[in-house]
Nanobody, 126 residues
Framework: QVQLVESGGGLVQAGGSLRLSCAAS????????MGWFRQAPGKEREFVAS????????YYADSVKGRFTISRDNAKNTLDLQMNSLKFEDTAVYYC???????????????????WGQGTQVTVSS
């Protein structure tokens, strides 16, 4: 089993920044591909960013590319998402997720992630 707990959400003005963190426990964190997803009210959950087991490769949704940065610290079992230049449309519940079955590759599809955190709310005021 893998337990994931997000933190760092909150209310921020448009143009501001937030840093989300995800603490992982239960199995070997360095063995997971990790990802961030988000879900806005009335919308489906969407991919935000992914990072490989080693942290050597990252991938972003076009909507956040150049503004968000995903990173991980395998020694501390943590995953972060630095969000800059936030926009109103970034408002959503943000989830971290772990995929353990695909090797050291990026994963962008939600059903391929087996473990999910409970989510943290990010609200951007315009």
């Amino acid at each position: 089993q893998v337990q994931l707990v997000e933190s760092g959400g909150g209310l921020v003005q448009a143009g501001g920044s937030l840093r989300l963190s995800c603490a992982a426990s239960g199995r070997t964190f360095s063995g997971y591909t990790m990802g961030w997803f988000r879900q806005a009210p009335g919308k489906e959950r969407e991919f935000v960013a992914s990072i490989t087991r080693s942290g050597g490769s990252t991938y972003y949704a076009d909507s956040v590319k150049g503004r968000f940065t995903i990173s991980r610290d395998n020694a501390k079992n943590t995953l972060d998402l630095q969000m800059n230049s936030l926009k109103f449309e970034d408002t959503a519940v943000y989830y971290c997720a772990a995929a353990t079955r695909f090797g050291d590759v990026l994963v962008t599809i939600a059903p391929r992630y087996e473990y999910w955190g409970q989510g943290t709310q990010v609200t951007v005021s315009s």
